[in-house]
């Protein structure tokens, strides 16, 4: 530096000094200049003042030599204690040279800054508040110094600061949030402990409400939150607990909606992330919870959002035990959410309630969306999805319901989902087909496929949920419609080739169901038929199920109608069999049974020979109805044509499971009627019919032995019984023409019989093509 300059009103011996390498001589320098400074402001001489300031600066803290750097820091902070409660009127030319010196790459010239500024602050106190932010941005700085001496300097400089705001109510939080905003997502250890501790200290401050800012800064709150120190961590669970403590004291001035979207981002991290990012999707999901409890209808904009965060959780185990009972609460309290109401609102308030415009977001919301975007990729979020209210007004709530059946289709066909997962997302399309089924019942035609897929689930208790859905479709008011062609929508491979059919025409005893019952039956016995291990397995279970869920005898009319003109003759052999074990042995069909005993009504009469067409696909389950129905004069007929069928293997293991049939509680009323020999003849050659048709085996024995206890007839006439002739008390029904029942049992043999043959041809001749 050039000391002949002139530096007036300092004196050579100062300047000389404040140059000098030696602290004790800047040292003494500063002293002389507060002396002088004072002095100046005796005399209330301000120019004088600011020239002294200036040269201190420009001269000095702003030199190219070090110590001359050195020696500007210390004569601004000796100008700052002269100057005492005036040094506020100086202050933004105090403190900026002193900030650009904590830019240099001599530790010891930032620490003597650091010193400097402390000695300015200390001073003013109050008055710094205005230039709060360049402190601040300084602070952050020096917080991450990798000297020791800078960063306890700064230390104590924060501190004093923190004081200040503490003991001030003139802090201005609208400034410094940006500020603060920008700051919070540093990847610096130092700086993420130093912006959390100013954090806790605003929040600590009554006259800042910082609840108001909240959310600006949570997404970077929940960044810290997965910090590699243990200590920052826990300093942030700290400052993210108060701020939920004020948020339950005073939910009616908090921004649900603003933070929505940003803890919807943070419940969800990927099943190999750190343990750190468990603790952020734990921390988040509790909000999550609190949120959906506190703000009630406000979050529903957001429900898709929400449960994409939270399903996936709920198919944690016990290692993340925590989290998935926030998560199953969360599902709960938001399901509690959606009411019939929801279904009400059409699309003209629809129109009304959403803001004016294109549907585009307002600046605020773009911006903080835009603020998330970027936080998500610097966490390599890249794969979370993200969810836009349509609207964000909290006069104007509306359930996103496309966006939440967009949510549940894409886990139900996900096959990585979990078990649970799978059955809350059938939870879910179950509440909503109750709560809102008019608007639910415009995406059933897309959900519809999936539905019938997830009947070949491994658990019994997704399939019972399932079939809870698919009963609840089938069986709505709100699934009425007079439109012909309801399938022509689906695949036809996923449909049953039903020639000269429509499938809207109804079977006249389902009255109660709507237009999808008769596709759902359709397309469930042509799952059965592309899948026999399913049919072999749960068709039972599922049958069962859906009878105690439906009315039984829509489902046997239903499906008795479809297998009549089923070309599989196979299969609907098999299914014939499948549906009269489900008949006769399920404690579901009980109703329905007895229904069937007593053939008095129109509608019993009508519903067995809806059974005994499609029955005729197998001969033994045709007895065996006949048996039920107490038509022992027809299963006589039937069996006298059993002669002109092939008797197979499987025909015998058949008539084998209808005598262990006969011999079951089932046909306890049967087994008493050979009682009454007179009156039940054809019962009696009905058995011995079926004892013909045995080999010598076990079922031979058994039935032998139940027709050596039929009582001669003579020892069991009383005195009051007529003398009538002998008369089946089935041939005065009315209601049936047994003799048309009889012709249809030929021909549908007869077609049993010419596939029978054609199979055996292909089978003889291999090459040859039919």
Request: hydrophobic share 40%.
């Amino acid at each position: 530096m050039n000391t002949e300059k002139d530096f007036s009103p300092l004196t050579p011996n100062i300047v000389r000094a404040l140059n000098d390498k030696l602290y004790e001589k800047r040292k003494v320098a500063a002293l002389e200049i507060e002396k002088l400074v004072r002095e100046f402001v005796a005399q209330n001489n301000s120019a004088q003042i600011r020239h002294v300031i200036q040269i201190l600066a420009t001269e000095f803290a702003l030199s190219q030599h070090p110590h001359s750097r050195k020696g500007g820091l210390i004569g601004l902070a000796a100008c700052s204690i002269a100057l005492g409660k005036d040094s506020g009127l100086y202050l933004k030319e105090l403190i900026d040279p002193v900030l650009t010196c904590f830019n240099d790459s001599d530790s010891r010239l930032r620490y003597y800054a650091c010193e400097a500024l402390y000695n300015i602050v200390k001073v003013a106190r109050g008055a710094v508040l205005p230039h709060f932010n360049v402190l601040f941005d300084g602070l952050s700085k020096l917080a991450a110094d990798p000297d020791p001496n800078v960063k306890s300097g700064s230390e104590l400089l924060d501190r004093l600061l923190k004081d200040i705001v503490t003991e001030s109510n003139k802090f201005d939080l609208v400034a410094f949030v940006p500020l603060l905003r920008e700051r919070i997502y540093s990847n610096n250890q130092y700086a993420r402990q130093f912006i959390i501790s100013w954090i806790h200290v605003l929040e600590s401050v009554p006259d800042i409400n910082l609840l108001d800012y909240l959310p600006e800064i949570l997404d970077g709150l929940f960044q810290i939150l997965g910090d590699s120190s243990k200590e920052i961590r826990r300093m942030c669970e700290l400052v993210l607990g108060e701020f939920l403590k004020e948020i339950k004291k005073n939910p009616s001035s908090v921004k649900f909606a603003e933070m929505a979207n940003i803890l919807v981002i943070h419940c969800q991290v990927s099943d190999e992330s750190k343990s750190t990012n468990d603790l952020i999707q734990l921390t988040s999901m509790t909000w999550m919870r609190e949120f959906i409890q506190l703000a009630g209808r406000v979050v529903l904009p957001y429900s898709s959002g929400i449960l994409t965060a939270v399903l996936p959780c709920l198919s944690y185990d016990d290692r993340k035990k925590s989290t998935k009972e926030a998560a199953s609460a969360c599902n709960h309290s938001l399901m509690k959410l959606v009411t019939p109401e929801d279904d009400e609102e059409d699309e003209e308030s629809q129109t009304k309630s959403s803001p004016p415009g294109d549907g585009t977001p307002s600046k605020k919301e773009g911006d903080l969306n835009d603020s998330l975007n970027e936080s998500q990729e610097s966490v390599g979020f890249s794969n979370i999805s993200f969810f836009t209210p349509a609207s964000s007004e909290r006069s104007a709530v509306t359930l996103d319901l496309d966006g939440i059946v967009q949510v549940l289709d894409r886990h139900l066909h996900d096959s990585s989902t979990g078990m649970m997962t799978r059955i809350a997302v059938l939870k879910w399309l179950y509440h909503l087909y109750i709560k809102t089924p008019r608007k639910m019942f415009k995406h059933t035609d897309s959900l519809f496929p999936m539905l019938l897929k997830t009947l070949s689930d491994e658990s019994d208790e997704v399939i019972l949920k399932d079939l809870e859905v698919l009963a609840e479709i089938a069986s709505s008011p709100a699934g009425q419609t007079d439109t012909f062609g309801l399938c022509d929508n689906l695949d036809s491979k996923t449909e049953l080739h039903i020639p000269g059919s429509k499938v809207t025409d109804l079977s006249p005893s389902t009255p109660s169901m709507n237009s999808y019952f008769y596709k759902f039956m359709i397309n469930l016995l042509k799952r059965f038929s592309l899948e026999r291990k399913l049919l072999e397995m749960r068709g039972a279970f599922i049958i069962r199920q859906l009878c105690l869920l439906l009315h039984a005898e829509n489902i046997f009319h239903s499906m008795a109608d479809i297998l009549l003109k089923e070309e599989d003759l196979k299969f609907a052999s098999t299914m014939v069999q499948t549906l009269n074990t489900i008949l006769l042995t399920s404690a579901e069909l009980f109703q329905l049974r007895n229904q069937l005993k007593d053939l008095r009504t129109q509608e019993s009469c009508a519903l067995f020979c809806c059974l005994y067409r499609s029955w005729c696909h197998n001969p033994v389950a045709t007895v065996s109805l006949c048996f039920l129905t107490q038509n022992y004069r027809h299963a006589y007929d039937l069996i006298q044509k059993f002669g002109d069928l092939e008797v197979t293997v499987d025909f015998l293991m058949e008539v084998d499971k209808l005598v262990q049939l006969i011999e079951s509680p089932i046909f306890t009323y049967l087994r008493l009627q050979l009682l009454d020999v007179e009156h039940n003849p054809y019962l009696i050659k009905a058995l011995y019919g079926l004892l013909m048709l045995l080999p010598q085996s076990q079922a031979f024995q058994l039935l032998s032995h139940r027709l050596s206890c039929v009582p001669n007839p003579e020892l069991m006439r009383t005195v009051e019984d007529p003398k009538a002739p002998v008369k089946d008390k089935r041939l005065a029904q009315p209601h049936i023409d047994y003799c048309e029942l009889l012709q249809h049992f030929d021909r549908v043999q007869s077609k049993h019989l010419e596939v029978r043959h054609q199979r055996a041809g292909r089978s003889e001749h291999p090459d040859r093509k039919l």
